[in-house]
């Protein structure tokens, strides 16, 4: 092991007292769960499961939810292993307890101390530990190497930072990567970063590009297409702070009456959206208070979360939000997952920054599923000649479909690539 991972395996050692003290802190700040925050320190009340078990990691909602494809393939190919889902948030854990599929368990990774990951990988014991992460942690991963559990690298995204950081001991980077079996970055630019690092990639795949349509509750949709009527639907999804004013006053000038479902990327600023509409002298409703919109709603902010696959499907229109963040002189927020409205082909309308998902954006605009305009101001153009002509609404959300059915091949890749790594299947009785 490097001087570099010595030293922080020690300094993480000395600092481990003061672990369950700082967790205590992110519970009271709402950062943890306090029924469950012993599963941070390795310890849980979950029993583990005769047989192999493996195991699936990712920090946050974006990376978790990506797995759940996933999942779902080895719950179908492989009903004889134990699943085993770690996340490091409570959004992520909230998430997952709605959608994982039953049997499959779900843990709050170990923060990354000798002690707690030791006391993780004691208790579960896993076969195979596949990660979905932009962070490599040296105690999680060199614990995991030194038991002999195959490691998989895989829809990993680094950034220049994380990259630079790493390059400053370039020795230690090697020694981390090695202990990847399979590194499957998500596009170039990552590959050629774990490359200098010294990985050895073996392809790439982007889990945020495979899956299925976003779930939704039926009877929930048969409630709220009841209450909007015959008006039409826009959809502003994952929308940030400014956004949603800015995306109101542009479409105020479309002159038909629609609903407008306003969804915010963080649903706890529902109260905020509440002010600054009220202040405007909009008449909207608020989900989480349990309203409905009735005739003389024009806005419905849906502050809840994990129900973005409901309103998408009430859409005849959806603007993607997080797209206009250098139009309010804020930092850019890269946009969101334009594949999400286009697997329900649901035609789809999105700012100029579009960062995070530039390649996915243009094969949609490529396409003529997905259109780009500079600033709010200019969505009546594209919005208002869809929702007059929903044959051409329709055309342009099958496109979409379609062309998110092209770029979500990659979980096959995955599939194939971990095949190796993974325990041989019980011999059928006979």
């Not at 979905?132 to 190497?145: D, F, K, Q």
């Not at 230690?172 to 050895?200: C, H, I, W, Y």
């Not at 594949?339 to 996915?360: C, I, Y």
Request: charged share 20%; glycine share 8%; with cysteine.
């Amino acid at each position: 092991m490097t001087l570099p991972l010595v030293s922080y395996r020690l300094l993480t050692r000395l600092l481990e007292p003061l672990a369950p003290r700082l967790l205590d802190a992110r519970v009271k700040q709402g950062k943890e769960d306090a029924v469950r925050v012993d599963e941070r320190l390795g310890a849980t009340r979950v029993a583990r499961p005769e047989g192999d078990l493996v195991w699936l990691h990712g920090v946050s909602v974006g990376e978790t939810l990506s797995l759940l494809p996933v999942v779902e393939r080895f719950v179908k190919a492989r009903p004889d292993l134990t699943i085993l889902v770690t996340s490091g948030t409570v959004t992520s854990a909230e998430l997952l307890a709605r959608r994982l599929p039953p049997g499959v368990i779900h843990q709050f990774a170990p923060v990354d101390t000798p002690g707690a990951v030791a006391a993780f990988l004691d208790h579960w014991r896993p076969s195979l530990g596949v990660f979905v992460e932009s962070e490599l942690w040296p105690n999680l991963i060199l614990s995991a190497r030194d038991r002999t559990i195959p490691l998989a690298l895989v829809s990993a995204r680094i950034t220049e930072k994380t990259a630079a950081g790493w390059a400053r001991f370039p020795a230690s980077a090697r020694e981390l990567l090695s202990a990847f079996r399979v590194v499957m970055p998500q596009d170039d630019t990552s590959a050629a970063r774990l490359q200098n690092l010294g990985a050895k990639v073996h392809g790439q795949v982007n889990l945020k590009l495979s899956g299925a349509p976003l779930p939704h509750d039926a009877s929930a949709f048969t409630a709220l297409s009841a209450a909007i009527g015959d008006r039409p639907v826009v959809v502003a999804a994952s929308t940030h702070e400014g956004e949603e004013i800015a995306i109101v006053r542009a479409l105020d000038h479309i002159a038909e009456r629609l609903c407008l479902i306003l969804v915010p990327r963080h649903p706890e600023r529902g109260p905020e959206i509440a002010t600054a509409l009220t202040r405007d002298g909009y008449r909207f409703a608020l989900r989480s208070r349990g309203n409905q919109p009735n005739p003389e709603t024009d806005i419905y902010v849906a502050d809840t979360l994990g129900e973005l696959g409901l309103f998408l499907r009430l859409a005849d229109v959806v603007v993607m939000g997080g797209s206009f963040g250098s139009f309010l002189r804020r930092e850019p927020w890269g946009g969101h997952n334009p594949l999400e409205p286009a697997r329900l082909a649901k035609p789809a309308v999105a700012g100029p920054d579009a960062s995070n998902w530039q390649a996915v954006t243009a094969d949609l605009v490529s396409a003529a599923g997905l259109e780009l305009v500079a600033t709010p101001g200019d969505l009546p153009r594209v919005v208002f000649p869809l929702l007059s002509d929903p044959a051409a609404a329709r055309a342009m959300g099958e496109r979409a479909r379609r062309a998110a059915a092209d770029v979500g091949a990659g979980l096959d890749r995955l599939w194939d690539a971990l095949q190796p790594l993974l325990p041989p299947p019980p011999r059928p009785r006979r």
